[in-house]
Every structure is written in C-alpha cells, then in structure tokens.
C-alpha cells in the first residue's frame, strides 16, 4: 500500500522559511517523480512543484520560482520542499502527491494526508 | 496557461440520482485529464484518468467521457459516500491546471 506521510507545515512569520518533508513507503520511490501541490483554505489545487525520479529534473510554478525548492534523497525514500521568502499568499495545506512516471507528467494517482503551512505575524 | 472551467460549480441531488459534471478546456487538451474526488479535510482521490480509465477500486458508477476541449464526469447513481467536491486536471501542457471544483451537496 502506498502511503505518503508529510510533515513539517507549522506558523511562520512573513519573510521565514519552513521545509517540508514526506516519507513514502509502498512503491519504488526512486521510480517515481514526485510533486507538491497546494490548496489554500476554502480554495481549489494550485500544482507547486515536481522533481522526477532518477534524473532530478524539477519543475516549479512561476509564483514560487526563486523562493522554493524540491529535492529528494531516494536512499530515504523522501522528497522535501523547501520554502523561503513565505508571504501570506503561500498559506495553505502542503499535499506530496505521487507520480505515475520515472520522468513525472503531472499524473498523480497518490496523496499524501497534507501539512498546514501558516504565513502570519 | 490552459484554463479548465467546471459546471456547474455546485449542485444539490438526491441519493440514486444521475449527476453529470462538465469541464471545459480553453484549448484542446486531447484525452490528458484527470478527475478526483475531495472530501473535505481530506486529500484529494483520483477518480478516472486519460479522460475515461476508472483507477482501480473506483465504483463502477462513476464514468468519465470526452477529448479536445469538453469533458464529462458521470455519477450514474448517487450514494452517501459521493458527497464531495470534484476536480479535474489537465496534463496537456505546464503548467498542470486544474479546475475551480464543483460541490456535490445533499437535497
């Protein structure tokens, strides 16, 4: 079974930084890509990032570019984003989402429970 | 970026009913959509991809039909469980885009 487990969401003041991460377990990690994507409260999805399995290759949405970056450590079964320059636009629940493919085509057929992010003074 | 537009946004139905959910494309997507499936405070679920395939363990109840621009998501008999809001998304192009969700309410 598939399981993809985030952590890291918290209360950051405007400017901060927070990183997240998600522990996968049930499927070959490393043959996967992996993405982030986001939902602000009460809104819809908002697709942050990817990263594919093997090659590392990233993608990221015009809003966070510079600020966000997507990394993994396949030997841990683990994918992370890390978030710099939090404004409050960020505010949202994080989801680790899995990928089909090796090379990611933003073909999720698994989520992870989602972590709050809070950008807030 | 590809705009995908949900009609309607929300509806209210009754337990055994047919719903029918409509997602629009603002240029041809072929058969690159995705549907899920959120309840609230949980993470989304994916229902059916490529526009038709039903994932495995997905009820037989629920279809999804259509390419190019204009795509269905059919509920062919509405059960408890299937309150929720539905989303679909493109995977045509970067960036992913997904719908604004449409809210499957009790009558």
């Known amino acids: 079974e598939v399981q993809l487990v985030e952590s890291g969401g918290g209360l950051v003041q405007p400017g901060g930084s927070l990183r997240l991460s998600c522990a996968a377990s049930?499927?070959?990690?490393?043959?996967?890509?992996m993405s982030w994507v986001r939902q602000a409260p009460g809104k819809g999805l908002e697709w942050v990032s990817l990263?594919?399995?093997?090659?590392?290759?990233?993608y990221y949405i015009d809003s966070v570019k510079g600020r966000f970056t997507i990394s993994r450590d396949n030997s841990k079964s683990t994918v992370y984003l890390q978030m710099n320059s939090l404004g409050a636009d960020d505010t949202a629940v994080y989801y680790c989402?899995?990928?089909?493919?090796?090379?990611?085509?933003?073909?999720?057929?698994?989520w992870g429970q989602g972590t709050l992010v809070t950008v807030s003074s | 970026d590809i705009q995908m537009t949900q009609s309607p946004s929300s509806l209210s139905a009754s337990v055994g009913d047919r719903v029918t959910i409509t997602c629009r494309a603002s240029?041809?997507?072929?058969?690159?959509l995705n549907w899920y499936q959120q309840k609230p405070g949980k993470a989304p679920k994916l229902l059916i991809s490529?526009?038709?395939s039903l994932q495995s363990g997905v009820p037989s109840r629920f279809s999804g039909s259509g390419s190019g621009t204009e795509f269905t998501l059919t509920i062919s008999s509405l059960q408890p469980e299937d309150f929720a809001t539905y989303y679909c998304?493109?995977?045509?192009?970067?960036?992913?885009?997904f719908g604004q969700g449409a809210k499957v309410e009790i009558k």
């Open positions: 998304q493109q995977r045509f192009s970067t960036p992913p885009t």
């Open positions: 049930g499927f070959s990690f490393s043959s996967c890509a």
């Open positions: 240029q041809s997507i072929n058969n690159y």
């Open positions: 990263i594919s399995g093997s090659s590392g290759n990233t």
């Open positions: 989402a899995k990928d089909r493919s090796d090379f990611g085509d933003f073909d999720v057929d698994s």
């Open positions: 490529g526009a038709s």
